[in-house]
């Protein structure tokens, strides 16, 4: 079985004696000097060369190695150049760098070219209320499903109701899901847009600027961020 990576040669010239101004006086007829590269290669791809190959092909069809003296002779005043597909195999790789590093810096680009829209969107939405306007809050001082929604709205706040999701029964809770929940309004009150604004989770998957809510059953002042949204059905985030 061939090797699928180690050494090889490949013809690069071959000349007749006569073209190299050798006499043919008693030499065999159909006698050529083959200069040929060697090579490494990978699944028979050469990657890089190593060194020169002088050899003399006889009418038998096999190389021979050549005397010293006409070896050093050749190889002083006969030096072909290396062809280009000697390096074939690193070509190949460069090549598939370059396709995947742009593939990736094009992957990345409309990543976040997407993101940036997708942001613009939030902005937009969290900054323009409307009424029926749903988001879902949380905080890490209760473990319960808290919401808000929209009931009036000025140029620069919204009223909203605050309400909290518990399930009906001993069905388990499923996300997203109303049939087996309901909600209680626990409070009411005035919010302003830039306040809910600061609370989502936009750029950073973590809020600094949480939203004060004043809820009277947990205590009074509790802080929450802004986890969904849902404009007449569809989730932003």
């Not at 006569?18 to 590269?37: D, F, K």
């Not at 069809?61 to 006409?70: A, G, I, Q, V």
Request: hydrophobic residues 40%.
């Amino acid at each position: 079985m061939p090797l699928l990576f180690g050494w090889y040669t490949f013809l690069i010239k071959a000349y007749t004696l006569s073209e190299l101004g050798i006499p043919t006086e008693g030499i065999l007829e159909n006698v050529q000097i083959e200069i040929r590269q060697r090579c490494f290669h990978l699944f028979w791809i050469p990657f890089f060369r190593v060194g020169k190959v002088y050899a003399c092909r006889r009418a038998d069809r096999k190389l021979y190695n050549l005397p010293p003296e006409l070896e050093g002779y050749l190889r002083a005043n006969i030096r072909p150049k290396t062809p280009w597909y000697a390096y074939i195999g690193l070509i190949l790789v460069a090549v598939g760098f370059l396709i995947y590093t742009a593939n990736e810096k094009y992957n990345d680009y409309e990543t976040k070219k997407h993101i940036e829209e997708l942001h613009k969107t939030k902005r937009e939405i969290m900054t323009n209320p409307m009424v029926t306007d749903r988001y879902a809050i949380y905080t890490d001082k209760f473990h319960n499903n808290f919401f808000l929604e929209v009931m009036k709205t000025k140029p620069d706040s919204a009223f909203v109701n605050i309400k909290i999701r518990v399930r009906k029964g001993d069905k388990p809770y499923s996300y997203g899901t109303f049939p087996d929940t309901e909600d209680f309004v626990i409070a009411s009150q005035w919010i302003a847009n830039q306040d809910m604004l600061k609370a989502a989770v936009i750029e950073n998957y973590s809020c600094q600027d949480s939203l004060q809510l004043y809820i009277h059953d947990l205590g009074g002042i509790t802080f929450f961020a802004l986890k969904e949204m849902w404009r007449y059905n569809k989730e932003y985030w």
